[in-house]
């Protein structure tokens, strides 16, 4: 009997011993990170506000595109807390803005370099009026970034919600497609002339009062001409005859420079890029694209489109087939 008390004892012990060691082992890093993860709702828009005197109203815009300068964040704008109640974390994907929806997503590109990333706006600021948007300092990093004043494309998007979830837990989305450089070059003539270092030199106005040099010739310039050099007359009279002035002949204006027609297909809306050709063709099927190739890619496009506005049109068409990406790009061949 005692040997089977004793047994019971050591079975009892082994469990105890076998709690505390489960107790003891490390948390998994999906738990930690999980425990982090944000939500999505309910969505944050707050009242009017005013930064430098002047009014900012949030609102929910089903489109925004606009070309700016970014800063960096080093917190929260509420100490470590962002406006919609969130811990401030710097390694995040993250950026504050002045009216969009917190949180909402943004595809954010540096103009200097084409690298597009994907942030999560969940913050109010900057509290620049001359700056659009506010990175924190890890997308600032991925982006490629540092200082104030980063030229910038901001264009908010409907990301999948695999991005959305790897944002919220606080990694990292997939790079976007480099922009072309054609398109750079439209963008960085979008750029507020209060930083006249990267907007495009503007043509010289003439200044008030400059003499202009005279032109070589104009109508009824004889006549500045001294009298005696005049052509003798062909009789001798007594006193030389009054000219009588000639009217100046009317000159013609300039026929107007023939308009030219806006160049068609000055756009195209990228679907996606793939690396087979079999792939390209079937999803460009799908969506009626076509495919281009480029180097080892194929590229799945629709248009052209003549302006960036009727481009948006593509993108609506592919995001209504299931692929929400879809971008608006320069036509490399325009």
């Not at 960096?72 to 807390?81: H, I, N, V």
């Not at 590109?109 to 969940?122: E, S, Y």
């Not at 007359?233 to 013609?252: D, N």
């Not at 694209?289 to 049109?313: D, F, I, K, M």
Request: glycine share 8%.
């Amino acid at each position: 009997m005692r040997s089977n008390n004793k047994g019971v004892a050591w079975a009892l012990t082994l469990a105890m011993l076998a709690c505390n060691a489960a107790d003891a082992r490390p948390k998994r890093a999906g738990a930690a990170i999980s425990s982090q993860t944000a939500s999505d709702t309910p969505v944050y828009l707050g009242d009017p506000y005013a930064i430098g005197g002047v009014t900012y109203t949030p609102s929910d815009p089903a489109y925004y595109d606009e070309v700016g300068y970014a800063g960096l964040s080093a917190g929260g704008s509420k100490g470590d807390a962002t406006a919609n109640g969130e811990a401030f974390a710097p390694a995040a994907i993250t950026a504050a803005h002045k009216s969009l929806p917190l949180p909402s997503y943004v595809e954010v590109t540096a103009i200097d370099t084409g690298k597009t990333i994907l942030v999560r706006v969940n913050d109010r600021g900057p509290m620049r009026n001359d700056q659009l948007i506010a990175l924190s300092p890890g997308a600032a990093e991925q982006l490629g970034v540092s200082g104030g004043d980063i030229p910038v494309r901001v264009r908010r998007v409907n990301p999948p919600e695999q991005d959305r979830a790897m944002l919220r837990s606080q990694g990292r989305a997939a790079e976007r497609l480099e922009t072309p450089a054609s398109l750079l070059k439209v963008l960085k003539n979008k750029l507020p002339a209060s930083h006249p270092a990267m907007a495009s030199p503007a043509t010289p106005k003439p200044i008030a009062g400059t003499a202009r040099p005279a032109p070589a010739s104009r109508p009824g310039a004889d006549f500045d001409k001294p009298l005696s050099a005049a052509r003798p007359a062909s009789k001798p009279v007594s006193s030389p005859p009054v000219p009588k002035p000639v009217p100046a002949k009317p000159v013609a204006p300039a026929p107007a420079p023939a308009a030219v027609p806006p160049r068609q297909g000055g756009y195209t809306v990228q679907v996606g890029a793939f690396s087979t050709r079999a792939r390209a063709e079937a999803v460009a099927k799908s969506v009626g694209a076509h495919v281009a190739s480029a180097g080892n890619l194929w590229r799945v496009r629709l248009g052209p489109y003549p302006t960036q506005q009727a481009a948006q049109a593509g993108v609506r068409a592919a995001a209504a087939k299931g692929f929400e990406n879809a971008r608006v790009m320069a036509n490399d061949a325009q």
